[in-house]
């Protein structure tokens, strides 16, 4: 891991040259381009950008007729407002008719720290999952955004693409091989699996640094695509490690914990602890310390592994 990059642009980047590979991509903003970095696809391709203003649920609405003639529509908002405003047309309209909409939904989890709970998005991927045909994303550093950013691009179909707005470290160099439906196996370990997605990929691996001095041996797995869940690299975690942790910016119930949970009960037994934000709105503050006080730090997650490691 080496110098951080702000997940938002390394998106906008992917974007624009995206656009210049694919005459068909077109890019819709609720007036967040600035934020969310669709502005850089909007200055090199203004004919193929379109900001809507402040009406989410119009423009999910815009994007899914777009694609019915061929286009590739990039929806662009905070995560929050595509969830909240948009979700309507996203699920009667884009997956529906099961269109080829793609939804990037930027400044998730706890990212728009200072903005507070109104901005927080701890319930997207719970509500996405569960729509039927919707595909599911959350990227961990800049070299899987670009590389996530081309493959939906290919894949036929609605999918959501979970962005933060902080700076992650770079974990994957430019060859790392980003499959649609496929976990990634980041550190090998035999003791326990750590399986994360977002930045918490980045805290897993702090963690299991750390415990390695203690002399436990943890897997770390980023389950970037978390609908269709990687079911067979679960099993196998579940069948070659004592339990499993889940990590993920986002509440304890409907996502990546519960989707990994639902596999193990049905396959393998062995414990699986969630770690998450609890049943709770959170507050505005500094990005770090509001992830410290709800429980998404490294020492919570080393905590959480060494308690299953010594009573699994």
Same mark, same amino acid.
């Given at each position: 891991m080496n110098v951080k990059v702000a997940i938002r642009d390394a998106y906008g980047m992917a974007l624009k040259e995206l656009g210049g590979r694919n005459p068909d991509v077109v890019v819709?903003?609720? !007036?967040?381009?600035?934020?969310?970095?669709?502005?850089?696809?909007?200055?090199?391709?203004?004919?193929?950008?379109y900001n809507v203003g402040v009406a989410e649920a119009n423009m999910a609405g815009m994007a899914a007729g777009m694609s019915t003639t061929g286009k590739i529509p990039f929806v662009n908002t905070f995560a929050a407002f595509m969830l909240l405003r948009a979700a309507d047309p996203i699920r009667s309209l884009a997956c529906y008719g099961n269109l080829n909409v793609k939804f990037a939904g930027t400044y998730?989890?706890?990212? !728009?720290?200072?903005?507070?709970?109104?901005?927080?998005?701890?319930?997207? $991927?719970?509500?996405?999952?569960?729509?039927?045909?919707?595909?599911?994303?959350?990227?961990?550093?800049?070299?899987?955004?670009?590389?996530?950013?081309?493959? $939906?691009?290919?894949?036929?179909?609605?999918?959501?693409?979970?962005?933060?707005?902080?700076?992650?470290?770079?974990? =994957? !160099?430019?060859?790392?091989? =980003?499959?649609?439906?496929?976990?990634?196996?980041?550190?090998?370990?035999?003791?326990v699996t750590v399986i994360a997605t977002g930045y918490m990929v980045h805290k897993a691996l702090e963690a299991a640094e750390q415990l390695e001095d203690v002399g436990i041996s943890v897997r770390v797995v980023n389950m970037h695509t978390i609908k269709p869940l990687d079911k067979e690299l679960v099993v196998r975690c579940a069948r070659e490690t004592k339990g499993i942790v889940t990590v993920e910016e986002h509440s304890i119930y409907g996502g990546l914990g519960s989707a990994v949970a639902e596999v193990v009960g049905s396959t393998a037994r062995v414990p699986v602890e969630i770690i998450g934000v609890q049943d709770t709105f959170t507050e505005s503050g500094d990005y770090e310390t509001l992830l410290e006080k709800y429980g998404l730090s490294a020492e919570a997650i080393r905590q959480k592994v060494l308690q299953m490691a010594r009573y699994a």
């Open positions: 819709l903003d609720a !007036d967040v381009s600035n934020s969310s970095k669709s502005i850089l696809f909007g200055k090199e391709y203004p004919e193929r950008f998730a989890g706890l990212s !728009d720290s200072y903005d507070g709970a109104t901005h927080h998005t701890l319930t997207d $991927i719970a509500f996405m999952r569960a729509v039927p045909r919707m595909t599911v994303v959350s990227v961990c550093d800049p070299v899987e955004t670009k590389k996530a950013v081309d493959a $939906i691009a290919e894949y036929d179909g609605p999918v959501y693409l979970r962005l933060s707005r902080a700076a992650m470290p770079t974990i =994957f !160099d430019e060859g790392y091989d =980003f499959t649609l439906g496929k976990g990634a196996v980041v550190k090998e370990g035999t003791d």
